[in-house]
Structure formats: structure tokens, C-alpha cells
């Protein structure tokens, strides 16, 4: 019998891990077995993630060192996930040792690629921007038995100016409630008690067939009592509103912390990444959440963004100062292809990105250390 093993190496967000570990189910329900190296594997994926230059670097260099099991029995190298969807072709014409290029919307089909690069030795291109296959969650195969990450919604259709998600995964699409629902049942009933929900903006969430938004969903699943724990990523601040909060506090299973990314403190390069908020909307937000709630907060920052001068920088800083997050993600701004961002001269040098970036850490740091 033909000896049949995968290894996923993952970069980027819990998107990602999610996709990896349906995308293992889908193997192991045709009689797979899971890889722990890429030596021992006769399928190897590299989901790979765009968001920053860094996170393709590093899955560019991971793809090199495939090329050294690529000898007599060749196993079938595939790159999934956001650089597949954007640099397609170029990566197979850069690594001839790849057989599959496969954009996040199409993974439902890769055991069916898999077979037909193994019967007919052909490579397979698929970038195709499609809602995906419901069959894709089917599994129910997980890699932390007690916590289960459950896909609301694909894409985005935010298009913040510097972000290229919408891009790469394509526009806002959404999964029916009643799917949803059902997968997280069919998490229950393996024991899981810690449900993740997942969206790019969850806010975004509004199933107008039946007149439900992420409020209403959040609802609904908390209501189920097996479940412990609820969290859901990422909320964005233009639609995250006193409603959500109060489900928050009413719920005791839903976790008291939110990661609500502000990016910059300054309205002036808020206007300019199309976030949608001023400083004083975000503020505000926040004084509510604490209000409400009274959980903790993280957040997502960007420093060096085009133009961005001093007294920006100082807005963002005092966001920092005011808030008192419980942890902070703070970037330094890279172009990305095809985002509006882009076409705008990235003029503050890397020097001044750096220096920024440190003092950030610095005071979040402290911050954090006093929560
Ligand atoms: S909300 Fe903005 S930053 Fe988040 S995924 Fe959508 S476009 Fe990107």
C-alpha cells in the first residue's frame, strides 16, 4: 500500500492555522497519516501569508529548503494561502520544484490535485477567487482537542488603504448561521469547551437572509451551555459597538478581553489607511468597552506609514499611554502590491521606522508589565 503522509508548515494569522488544520482533516479522511518533519511527508503545504514583506521572506526560504527532498521519489510540494493567490505562476517558474499553487479559496480540492499530480505528473494552478465549499469544514479534525477555531466569514471588503488582505482573500464572504452553528455543535460533541470565532472584521458579519449580525451570532453561540469559552478576532473598530459589549458582559463564557486594532493615533494617516475612526472615536469606544465590560484590551499599531511625521507618531504614542493595553502588536509600515498605500512614497526611512518602533515596544512594555 502506497505510504501516505503530509506536513503543513504555516506562516501568518489564526486564519491560517485554522485553514492548515481543516485542510489536515480533509487528508486524514483519506487515510493519511500527519508528517512531524517535511522529510517523512509524500505531501508538504506552505501556507503562506502577505500581510507583511517579513512573513513571504521567511516562506520563500522554507520553500528553498524543500528543494533538497526532491530527488528520486519526489513528494508533491504545494505553496497554499496568500502569496499563492498573488504570485501564482511566478512561483513555479521561480521553484521548479513545486506542483501546486493554491489560493485560500480553492483548498477544498487539493486532495483531488494531489492525485492528479501523483497519476499524470502534471502542476496545478488554481487562483480561482470562489466561495468556498462548505465540505471544507467538515472534518472536525483538530489539533488542540479542547479548543476549536470556527470560521465565520472569509475576506474582506474593508480595503484599508495598506492592507492586502482583500486581495489575496478576495471580499467579504460569509457562512450561513446555521453552518456555523452546526460545526460548533459538532465541536461539543468531541468535548471541545473553547470556541474561537473567526473573521477578518467580524463586525462585518451580516447574514441578511435571515437578518443576523455577528451580535445576534455571538449571542446564539454563547447561549449554548457546554461551552466555557468564547473569543472571536478581530473586531475593527468603525462597527464595533456598545451593543457588542453589552453581550460581553451579559455572557459569563464570553472572554472579558478584545483585540481592537487602532493602527495610528493621528485622524490625519487614519484618513489616509480608510480605517473609517478619528482618535476620539476610538477613544471613546474604548471608555465604553472599559464602562461595560471591564475586561482588558490589545491592539495592532503601525508605525512609519507614508508621511508620517513627528506629531503623528506622537498621537499614536498617546493612544498607547491612555489606553493601557494588555498587549500591543506594533509593526513597522512595508508597501504591500496592490494596496492604495502603495502607489503613496514610503519617504520615512527605515532608520526612523526602527526608532519609532522601539519606543513603542518600550512603553508597552512597562505597560503591560504593570496590568
Ligand atoms: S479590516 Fe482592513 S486591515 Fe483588516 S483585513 Fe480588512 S482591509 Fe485588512
Redesign the pocket.
Known sequence: MEYKSIYIKTFGCQMNDRDSEALLGLFLDRGYIIATNPQEARVIFVNTCSVRKHAEDRAISFLGTLKKLYNEKPPVIGVIGCMAKYQGRRLIEKMPHLSIICSPSRLYHLPEYVEKVKNFGVKIIDTDDTQREEAFYESSFLLDKDHAQVVISTG?S???SY?V??YVRGNLRLRKPQKIIEEVKRFIERGVKKITLLG??VNDYVYKEENIDFVQLLEKIASIKEIKEIDFI?S?PKNTSPRLFKVMAEYPNIKKHLHLPFQSGSDRILKLMNRGYTQKDYLLLVEDFYKIVEGSLSTDVIVGFPTERKKDFLKTKEVLEKVKFKYAYIFKYSPRPNTEAAKLTDDIPNSEKERRHKILLNLQKNISSLI
Open positions: 474582506c474593508n480595503y484599508c492592507c488582505v482583500p477578518q472584521n478581530t475593527h
